[in-house]
């Protein structure tokens, strides 16, 4: 029996990381649950055991249900019935399975019928469901917007909607419209208040939505009449239930075309707001576009595993000249740099994860009890590691995604180009990711402040302190190297965009990108220290690539003037 | 009290022989367990989907697994649980061993005499004997009707179910009073994954006998939860006569076993002409390979 969490080393290393410890002690306070819910945990071996096992049933599910519908999904689609939307039988089928396996609320507190997993393990399920079928992982990884109704919600919003959500109904968040695609603050969606029905009421469209059709939708829309900008939008909840939204088309997309992307149209929908208003971009947002891009790195990684998996298959079974393909040499090297891609966006991926599990979990704790002062250090210590590390690994991952699946079609040649192989699906649907819940213009817009504040260069300090082998204590050298060119760079665009505004805005992917490949290849070579035999040569290789595109950018950088704000510009 | 609808699905561990490699089979002609990974019986697996099927419906109703077999086929048991089973019967001993398929529905029928369910179901065959016999034999010995072949619950209610079952050349639907023995074939539906919380619940399950050698712990923790008790049944615990029981209880006797290899002798080239298939399709109803 095949099963993706089974057949995964690197994940299953990755849940053996040092800081699950941690992680477990502040989801589990104490192992209070266990007197109260016959499957809360009783200590940290038992939570480790329980995730472990958990995965396993996702493992299974996406080898034996959701990878072989993938196909069928892709051809078949979702589509308009009477305003709503119909999935794919394929679809349907999958929802089922995750449903019965109890899949439904991963992350969410046992008292609303969560599994109370951290959002770690939730990545690691994202990041399988993707390989298995990357559109569909849109529709059940939607689930994490429950994460922000639990965060902000009052205990009566979280009564009504979450035990859903652990019963496997789905969720969309409905942000943009026609004219608010990256520019949020630009939404017109009215929410008005009807006092004697005590409920807001929804009017307007909105555009490019998920899931549209889901069954609980986080809204954002424009309760504050008058406003123009994001002061006047809150976050509210439409629950289907009610009744009030047609979905009026169905995109035609060039990939992910099981996930259905919903034009909607709101004709007077009852709505209830979360948190406070005024607030809903601001706060609301920016929390569930974390969470939501997190959830993208993991869709990428799961797509670059896919896609480096059926080449490596292609190139191991398709013989030309007497022997297998993956045996010539331009054919291996494009293999080798897949893996180590791959491998570079998951430990990326499940660093931030676990950034992100600290402080969340120190956040919903300091709703209960105030925190220590060494607990607030820490909440603010991996806040920012958190904000610092979303945007990298959203970039990255999403950019190898696209890379791999278009190494992937090159190595079946010819065969890749048909639509017989899934190397054309997964090349499709890749596409989106360095797109959606920000393009990688974006990521680099939000990670350019930490190259300011320095929140890259002093982790990167940090990791320098890791201990090294014999075998990794050169790379670790190397990376030193590199770390002093990126200083260097940094330095000059900074002194350079104080003469001429803009400057730094030109180089900032450049610079962003930089401190992205001295990081993912100081979490490899941490990795790589302490398994040498599956992670070494890997490390390495990474480690080549990333200095060979570190070289590159510097050398730009350097070779670059402040006339160069002009000349490009537009 | 309302009453509670026993359900008993009898199950069994069997070697995976559906990817089979060289090892699969000792030079003496009988399987190689040690080679082969020990799994629940898939069809097993449909009764089990089958049983659960009827506790949803029913509400009020337990679903027990029961299974002869050595102390590790309590994995089964656990896996059941995981499944939506409630809890299971682990019938062990060495007086059951090298039983045939009379010895066997013998001593699960003393079995059942004990726990006394209003449903018995189990699957049709196992994919190691591949006899289709135990389900039968089971029904005779408890004086009970049996439905064959079963593919899907049609309806079920106080006394009396309704199964549609696959035949040759279609279905039939037929209505049986209850106590019944139903086996389910292959074709019906798959049974449902294992539950996430359920696994976090069953996980520290353990039979009488895995309890006696395991930690202060676990025994303390499966003290304070019965639900996480397996029960263990030794021959002595249901009354049987013993020389029914495994070797002595056994008339089978395998002779010989020859591997049979499949030699293709000839091909034909046809055309995809009308007047070509219609004259292959007389030939395979002339040779009855179809029809």
Known sequence: MANFYLDNKDLQYHLGHPLMKRIIELKERNFADATEFDYAPQDADDA????????????????????????????????????????????????????????????????????????????????????????????????DCAETINEFATEEIKARFLPRVSAGETCAMDLTEPDAGSDLGAVMLKATWDEAAGVWRLNGCKRFITNGDGDISLVLARTEEGTKDARGL??????????????????????????????????????????????????????????????????????????????????????????????????????????????????????????????????????????????????????RLADGFTPLAKLFSSEYANEVAYDSIQIHGGSGYMKDYACERLYRDARILNIYEGTSQLQVVAAINHVTKGTYLEQILRYEENPRTEATQPLAERLVELRKMYEAAVERVEALDKETQGYKDFHARRLVEIAGYIIMSHIMLRQAGELEEDYLNPTKIFIKYATKKINEAASYINDSETSDVELFRH | MEKVTKIVVMAKQVPDTRNVGKDAMTPEGTVNRAALAAIFNPEDLNALELALQMKDRIGSA??????????????????????????????????????????????????????????????????DGDTAQVGPQVAEKLNLPQVTYAEELVEIKEGEATIKRRLERGSETVVTPLPAVITVNSSAKECRPRNAKRVMKYKYALATSELATASDKAKNFIEERPYLHIVEFAAADVNPDASQLGLSGSPTKVKKIENVVLQAKESKTLTAEDKDIEALMQELIASHTLG
């Open chain 2, 62 to 127: 337990t679903v027990h697994v029961l299974t002869m077999g050595p102390q590790r086929a309590a994995d089964i048991i656990r896996e059941a649980m995981f499944r939506g089973a409630d809890g299971g019967y682990l019938l062990s001993g060495k007086e059951f061993a090298g039983s045939d398929t009379l010895a066997t529905s013998y001593a699960l029928s003393c079995a059942l005499r004990k726990i006394n369910p209003d449903i018995i179901v189990a699957g049709r065959q196992a994919i």
């Open chain 1, 48 to 143: 480790l055991d329980s995730y472990k096992r958990v995965l396993e049933i996702v493992g299974d599910i996406c080898a034996e249900v959701i990878a072989p519908n993938a196909e069928g999904v892709d051809h078949e689609g979702p589509r308009v019935v009477n305003d709503h939307v119909e999935y794919a039988s394929g679809t349907v089928r999958n929802m089922e399975a995750l449903n019965e396996a109890g899949l439904g609320g991963m992350t969410l507190p046992r008292r609303f019928d969560g599994l109370n997993m951290p959002v770690t393990c939730f990545a690691m399920a994202n990041e399988m469901v993707a390989r298995a079928d990357t559109g569909f992982e849109n529709i059940w990884g939607l689930q």
């Open chain 1, 234 to 383: 809150s976050m509210l909840i439409y629950d289907k239930r009610d009744g009030g939204v047609k979905v009026r088309r169905i995109e035609n997309k060039l990939g992910i075309k099981g996930s259905p992307t919903c034009e909607l149209v709101f004709n007077n929908a009852p709505a209830v707001l979360v948190g406070d208003r005024k607030m809903g971009l601001i706060k609301y947002v920016m929390s569930l576009m974390n969470a939501a891009r997190l959830g993208i790195a993991a869709q990428s990684t799961g797509l670059s595993e896919a896609a480096y998996r059926e080449a490596l298959k292609y190139a191991n079974e398709r013989e030309q000249f007497g022997k297998p393909i993956a045996k010539f040499a331009a054919v291996a090297e494009m293999l080798k740099n897949m893996e180590a891609k791959t491998l570079a966006s998951r430990a990326m991926l499940y660093e931030t994860a676990r950034f992100v599990d600290i402080y969340k979990q120190l956040t919903h704790i300091s709703h209960e009890r105030s925190l220590e002062a060494e607990e607030r250090q820490e909440m603010k210590f991996y806040n």
